[in-house]
């Protein structure tokens, strides 16, 4: 994915959507660029609602990885939003952060930037700096194909997919599924939270590849589809798919713990 002298000359920075899941499934990929002799920062904003502390996982993380670095931008104010989706909260966060995200990136200059499927404003903060920004995608390739297909399904209805009910919705490579089982803050196209899942489907195509955790064995419908091009369907090239999974949390805490629940 990254050639050789972009590993040598500068590395990468990864950039998750606030909440601790993204932040966890973001350090398991960069213990992954940094096998392949990559520098790695993980820069990080501060969720506006309560997530769970990051500081104890962010300080385990630092000591098991000592060649990943944490950068923690700055706070910024949120407006009122009236979506009773805490997605609309992130989005509008994001966009906030974008000038300090610009700041940083201008000073770190990496060879390029990873951002999680919350963080498609930063696509614009990469090309104003000209670095190549990658998209990294945890929710399997069905899910992928779907959400490139999102802005086909929208412009051929004027209806929510709730109010479209249990009519099935039919995206290449994956099997029908009924447009109300479609997440919750997707269902009214009229929310903020949709409007803003919209524009991160709208924007997948822009990336310079997408980084997906899954594998050729485990979705190969899905995937064919994405790579041949029957998802994106406006005319524009699907980006390079790079399957790398299964991609799972390494932490020992959970690894001692994983019996559990048997």
Same mark, same amino acid.
């Given at each position: 994915?990254?050639?050789?002298?972009?590993?040598?000359?500068?590395?990468?920075?990864?950039?998750?959507?606030?909440?601790?899941?993204?932040?966890?499934?973001?350090?398991?990929?960069?213990?992954?660029?940094?096998?392949?002799?990559?520098?790695?920062?993980?820069?990080?904003?501060?969720?506006?609602?309560?997530?769970?502390?990051?500081?104890?996982?962010?300080?385990?993380?630092?000591?098991?990885?000592?060649?990943?670095?944490?950068?923690? $931008?700055?706070?910024? !104010?949120?407006?009122?939003?009236?979506?009773?989706? =805490?997605?609309? /909260? %992130? #989005? +509008?966060?994001?966009?906030?952060?974008?000038?300090?995200?610009?700041?940083? $990136?201008?000073?770190? !200059?990496?060879?390029?930037?990873?951002?999680?499927? =919350?963080?498609? /404003? %930063? #696509? +614009?903060?990469?090309?104003?700096?000209?670095?190549?920004?990658?998209?990294?995608?945890?929710?399997? !390739?069905?899910?992928?194909a779907t959400f490139f297909y999102i802005p086909t399904l929208?412009?051929?209805?004027?209806?929510?997919?709730?109010?479209?009910?249990?009519?099935?919705?039919?995206?290449?490579?994956?099997?029908?599924?009924?447009?109300?089982?479609?997440?919750?803050?997707?269902?009214?196209?009229?929310?903020?939270?949709?409007?803003?899942?919209?524009?991160?489907?709208?924007?997948?195509?822009?990336?310079?590849?997408?980084?997906?955790?899954?594998?050729?064995?485990?979705?190969?419908?899905?995937?064919?589809?994405?790579?041949?091009?029957r998802c994106v369907t406006d005319g524009r090239t699907t980006?390079?798919?790079?399957?790398?999974?299964?991609?799972?949390?390494?932490?020992?805490?959970?690894?001692?713990?994983?019996?559990?629940?048997?």
């Amino acid at each position: 994915m990254f050639a050789a002298d972009e590993r040598k000359r500068g590395g990468v920075v990864l950039y998750p959507s606030p909440g601790m899941g993204h932040l966890v499934s973001m350090v398991e990929l960069g213990k992954l660029f940094v096998l392949h002799g990559m520098a790695v920062t993980i820069v990080t904003v501060d969720p506006p609602y309560n997530t769970g502390s990051t500081a104890p996982f962010i300080a385990r993380a630092s000591a098991a990885n000592p060649s990943i670095t944490f950068h923690r $931008l700055p706070p910024v !104010a949120l407006p009122p939003n009236p979506s009773p989706h =805490f997605e609309a /909260l %992130a #989005f +509008d966060l994001l966009r906030l952060s974008n000038p300090n995200l610009l700041a940083f $990136l201008r000073d770190a !200059a990496p060879r390029a930037i990873v951002v999680d499927m =919350f963080c498609r /404003l %930063a #696509f +614009d903060v990469a090309a104003e700096l000209c670095i190549p920004c990658y998209s990294f995608f945890t929710s399997g !390739a069905s899910v992928l194909a779907t959400f490139f297909y999102i802005p086909t399904l929208h412009s051929a209805t004027v209806k929510s997919f709730r109010e479209i009910g249990s009519a099935p919705l039919l995206v290449p490579g994956i099997p029908p599924m009924p447009a109300d089982h479609m997440p919750l803050p997707m269902l009214d196209r009229e929310d903020e939270a949709y409007k803003g899942f919209f524009h991160i489907c709208s924007r997948l195509p822009d990336a310079h590849g997408i980084i997906v955790n899954t594998f050729d064995a485990l979705e190969p419908r899905a995937l064919e589809a994405i790579a041949a091009g029957r998802c994106v369907t406006d005319g524009r090239t699907t980006p390079p798919i790079y399957p790398i999974g299964p991609l799972i949390t390494s932490d020992g805490r959970e690894k001692a713990n994983r019996f559990e629940t048997i």
